[in-house]
C-alpha cells in the first residue's frame, strides 16, 4: 500500500479516529487503526468492540491496500510533524514507512487479517440536526449521566424525538437536566434510545462544523454520522426511569437570578467549603435577596447575598455547591429561575426563554 496525504488531514482524521483505539483490550489488534487505500481515498477505522469510528478523506493512492498501525504511536508521530507539509507511506504487512519532508520513521504493523469488519448495519428510524445544536444539547445534559457501572441505564442519556421535537435527558439520581429544541419537520415515527454518555461527550468533541448530524436506529445499535465520520455504538437496554414524576410541578417560592452573579457567588462561597458540605440557599421576600452560605468545622464560614426578585414565601434549603454549579455551566441566558416547594423537596432551576432547559437537584439536610 503506497499513499501521499497532506499532513494535516492524516493528523486530523488519526486524532478522531483514535477515539474509538482499544487500550485496555487483550486483543492486541483492537489497539490499533486499520487504513485501507482505495480509489482516491483512505478509510481510516478503529474498534473496541462496542464502540466503532470510521473516517474517510481524500489521499493521492498510488498503491491500493490496508495495513493496521497502534494507534497511539501513529497519532504520537503524526502530532509532532509539520501540519503543512505532504506526509507518504508505504506500507507492507509487517511496517509502515512514514516520510515526511526530512523526518521519516517506521513502525511495526498489526495483522489486518485480524481487524474486526466494520459493522454493517440496517437502520430503522432517523434523525438530522445541526451539529452545533446537537453538540449544545449534548453538553448540557452530559454532566449528568452516573458513572456508577451497576446502574448502567443512568450512564446513559435518554434521546426521544416525537413530532417535531428533539429531547434529551440525564440523571445520576442527586440531579436531572432536560434540554429540549425543535426539529425543521415532523418525524413521522417516535424516536426513542438510551445512548453511552461518554459516546455522545466523544462525538460533540469533534471539531466544530456546520453541517447536520444524523442519529439513526437500528435494533440495538446507534449510528451517528457527520460529514466523512461515521459512529457505531451499542444502544443502552432497559427502561429508562420516569423522569417527569421528579419535575416538580409547582413552587411555594421562585426567585429570578443572574446566573453570572448566582455562579461567582457560590463560588466564592464554596472555597471554605469541603467535598462533603452543602451551600445553604435563604431566599428573602422582604429583602428581595439571596443568600449563600456554606461551613465547615475544619476551615470556616463564609456566605454571599445576591439581590434578586423573590415572589412567594421566604424559604432555606441546602444543596450541593458542585451540582449546582454544573447545572449553572449549562445555562446560556442571562438569568435563571429557581423554584422551590420546601426545604426537603427537589429545588428546580429553569433557564429562562428562549432557552429550555432546566435542571433538577435533590435538596441536602441542613
Known sequence: MKFSINCSSLQNAVSIVAKGVSNRSMIPVLSGIMIEAKGDELRLQATDLEAS?????????????????????????????????????????????????????TIKSLNPEDFPAFP??????????????????????ARCVSRDESHIILTGVLITAENSTLKMVATDSYRLAVTERSLDEEIAEPFQAVIPGTFLQEIASLPKTEADITLALAENQIVATVNEIVFINRRIEGNYPNYKQLIPESYTTRAKLEVDKLESGVKRVAVLGNTTSAARFDLNNASQTLLVSTSAQDTGSSQETIP???????????????????????????????????????????????????????????
Open 308 to 366: 434578586c426578585e423573590v415572589e412567594g414565601e421566604d424559604v432555606e434549603i441546602a444543596f450541593n455547591y458542585t451540582y449546582v454549579l454544573e447545572g449553572l455551566a449549562s445555562i446560556t441566558t442571562d438569568n435563571v429561575y429557581l423554584e422551590i416547594q420546601s426545604s426537603m423537596k427537589p429545588g428546580l432551576f429553569r433557564a429562562e426563554e428562549p432557552e429550555n432547559f432546566l435542571y433538577v437537584v435533590m435538596p441536602v439536610r441542613m
Open 53 to 105: 469510528i470510521q473516517y474517510t478523506v481524500q489521499a493521492m493512492v498510488e498503491e491500493e491496500g490496508q495495513c493496521v498501525l497502534p494507534g497511539k504511536t501513529l497519532n504520537d508521530v503524526l502530532k509532532n510533524l509539520s501540519s503543512h507539509q505532504s506526509l507518504h507511506v508505504d506500507a507492507s504487512p509487517e511496517q509502515a514507512l512514514i516520510t515526511c519532508d526530512t523526518f521519516s520513521c
Open 120 to 141: 454493517s448495519v440496517n437502520t430503522d428510524q432517523q434523525i438530522s440536526i445541526p451539529f452545533s445544536e446537537f453538540c449544545s444539547m449534548v453538553k448540557k445534559v
